[in-house]
Nanobody, 128 residues
């Protein structure tokens, strides 16, 4: 039974940092391209980062709103993908989701329709 479980969310102050984890079970996460998305109330789900499969080099892409502040990575031994979030802003407040790319190996884009097998999400709140 494949499953994705996000964790690590919580409350941070502007300028602070959080690290989100997405633990996979039932499949080998390193064989797939993975993405991180977020959705705030009243807004569409936004693609923020993706990483290609380990076999294709693990290259990364980022949305413009988070480039330079967020870093996606994976630990194949733990079957987990991470999102390191630095220089957090109130606009980063959202529920964060991880998902598997439909393109299997590569980051095909940062639209939600390019991904499937979603986790349940973890809440991130950035407030002073």
């Amino acid at each position: 039974q494949l499953q994705l479980v996000e964790s690590g969310g919580g409350l941070a102050q502007p300028g602070g940092s959080l690290r989100l984890s997405c633990a996979a079970s039932g499949f080998t996460l390193g064989d797939y391209a993975m993405g991180w998305f977020r959705q705030a109330p009243g807004k569409e789900r936004e693609g923020i980062a993706c990483i290609s499969s380990s076999g294709t080099g693990g290259s990364t892409n980022y949305g413009d709103s988070v480039a330079g502040r967020f870093t996606i990575s994976r630990d194949n031994a733990k079957n987990t993908v991470y999102l390191q979030m630095n220089a957090l802003e109130p606009e980063d407040t959202a529920v964060y989701y991880c998902a598997v790319s439909r393109s299997y190996y590569y980051c095909s884009g940062l639209t939600q329709y390019d991904y499937h097998y979603w986790g349940q999400g973890t809440q991130v709140t950035v407030s002073s």
